[in-house]
DNA sequence: ATTCTAGGGA
DNA sequence: CCCCAGAATT
DNA sequence: AATTCTGGGGTCCCTAGAAT
């Protein structure tokens, strides 16, 4: 690093070089970042780095290129995202919970295809935020979130800070592709020895860390991505899976390393507990594998489902337990009427995250597991993160007696109405005050008219002190003081 | 300076 | 994000 | 009979901005 401050050039001549100088260098320590690959720099050195480029950059704006790193980090802080719509939908996959549910897959996988053996790629599931990036012309143009699948957020330029993420292919070409940002460990617990509030997970914060608003803070996040597959693509000749991503690599950008093609379930299963042996070591969280059909020409042809891919699925690997006291049930009244039975429970800490609530479902959930308060229960987060009571451990001493569903409603006191050969129940009071509020607070939400401001707390104090009493009266509102 | 609310993500 | 139920589709 | 779609309902964490 010695030979990086000296320079007997002219102020000028000294100031391009020393710009082209330090390009390479940040470049070259960006490639060496990501992942698990140990920086040869620390993060301060890397800073100064790209302190002295702004500076110069500063004095010398004519010598200022798009894909310069000091691009990385944009000016001035966003008002607020924008709405992207996706040109391909971002699905979810359907997810696996043993191998039986992995050669099920298989199965239902030969058969539509009329096959006797297929071809599968097996890719680390990636415990993170997904995004989709767009390059246009090999230089990267967008980023935007999955949001609900269709439309999500633009989130470019706090992707743009990202030093594994390369603002210019190697090739010049028009491509989208998607990826899952995450928060490597060491970087997560470095990171949070510099807040006052640390972050509870990885996920989160990298989740979290996407929707600031100023990309200059999300500069100092320690996140990184690995590119997984393709979005819009005209033209893509490759084809197969597994060449895909060699050539994603080609590009630029960051595959993750373990990944296998595997003839047939049997070859798929073996690499899948060879990755689950990985798990510890990796530096970043992982959930679980992915299993893809090879050959895209059958992955067009299996086609997708209104949530998931037919040619894909997560295998999760077996989620962590814990056990904690079931304290209360409680019973909550939803928009419909629908009563939904709640463990209260006390609070313990499970993959990161404190967890003091699980749904119940329905009355015959409760019957079915033998459900009672105060018992102790099996708890774990299903698809790592829905808390969910696995069951009930066996008591010492004497138990509560089983819990009895009311035959009334908690919140109004009507009848509580569940029909023949269904498994939920109804409060049958048409004025239940619950009711009317989750109805009013799912008319004036996003989904619906998108009302803003109007969420639950407001509802509910509009509610409470008569300003409103139903939805019609919403339209009648008048600001403090007006009269009608 | 701290607490609450809304919205987004998994 | 997960889970459940019930209807619709094959 | 099996699969898919749809809708309702649930949990926790994080950011930003408003309210206190």
């Known amino acids: ?72 980090v944009g000016g001035q802080p966003l008002k607020e995202f924008a709405t992207i719509p996706h040109t391909i939908a971002m699905l979810s996959l359907d997810n696996t919970y043993s191998y039986d549910e992995l050669r099920d897959f298989d199965i239902r996988v030969k058969k539509l295809l009329g096959r006797e053996e297929i071809e599968y790629t097996v890719e680390l599931k990636i415990d993170g935020v997904s995004a989709s990036l767009i390059y246009h012309q090999g230089e990267f143009q967008q980023g935007v979130t999955r949001g609900n699948g269709m439309e999500g957020d633009d989130i470019t330029w706090n992707l743009r800070t990202i030093r594994s993420i390369p603002l210019q292919l190697n090739e010049s070409m028009d491509i989208e592709v998607r990826g899952e940002v995450y928060m490597p460990v060491k970087g997560f617990e470095a990171f949070n020895q510099t807040r006052d509030v640390p972050f509870a997970n990885p996920r989160n914060a990298a989740a979290g860390s996407l929707h600031m608003l100023d990309p200059k803070q999300v500069a100092k996040r320690p996140l990184s991505i690995f590119i997984h597959s393709l979005g819009n693509v005209p033209n893509w000749t490759i084809p197969t899976q597994e060449q895909s991503l060699c050539k994603l690599q080609g590009l630029g950008l960051v595959v993750n390393p373990y990944h296998r093609l595997c003839q047939g379930i049997d070859e798929v299963i073996t690499y899948c507990q060879e990755c689950e042996k990985l798990r510890p070591d990796l530096g970043y969280e992982i959930d679980g594998t992915v299993v893809k059909v090879n050959s895209l020409e059958f992955q067009k042809r299996l086609g997708v ?111 509580v109405i569940r029909l023949e050969g269904e498994a939920r129940s109804f409060c049958s009071g048409v004025n239940c005050p619950a009711g009317r509020q989750r109805r009013i607070e799912y008319f004036a939400s996003k989904g619906c008219m998108n009302i803003e401001g109007m969420g639950t707390s407001v509802v509910k104090q509009l509610l409470e002190e008569g300003i409103i009493e139903d939805i019609p009266s919403i339209y009648t509102l008048r600001k403090n003081g007006d009269s009608a």
């Not at 082209?20 to 992942?35: F, M, P, S």
């Open 305 to 415: 489902t209104s949530r998931s891919p037919r040619w894909a699925v997560a295998y999760k690997f077996t989620a962590q337990q814990a056990t904690t006291i079931l304290k209360d049930i409680i019973i909550q009244v939803g928009r419909t009427g629908a009563l939904t039975p709640v463990a209260i429970l006390e609070p313990v800490e499970l993959a990161g995250v404190k967890i003091s609530r699980a749904t119940l479902h329905n009355e015959d959930e409760i019957k079915r597991k033998d459900i009672r308060i105060n018992d102790r229960v099996v708890i774990e987060r299903s698809g790592d993160v829905i808390p969910k009571i696995v069951g009930v451990l066996p008591a010492a001493e004497g138990r509560n007696a089983p819990f009895i569903f009311p035959t009334t409603c908690p919140e109004c006191g009507a009848m």
């Open 1 to 72: 690093m010695n030979d990086m401050n000296y320079n007997p050039l002219t102020p000028f001549i000294k100031g391009e070089l020393r710009i082209d100088e330090l390009r390479g260098l940040i470049r070259y320590h960006d490639d060496k970042y990501y992942g698990n690959a140990s920086p040869e720099i620390s993060d301060y050195e890397y800073d100064q780095l790209m302190h002295e480029l702004l500076h110069l950059e500063d004095e010398h704006p004519e010598l200022i290129r798009e894909d310069s790193p000091s691009r990385r």
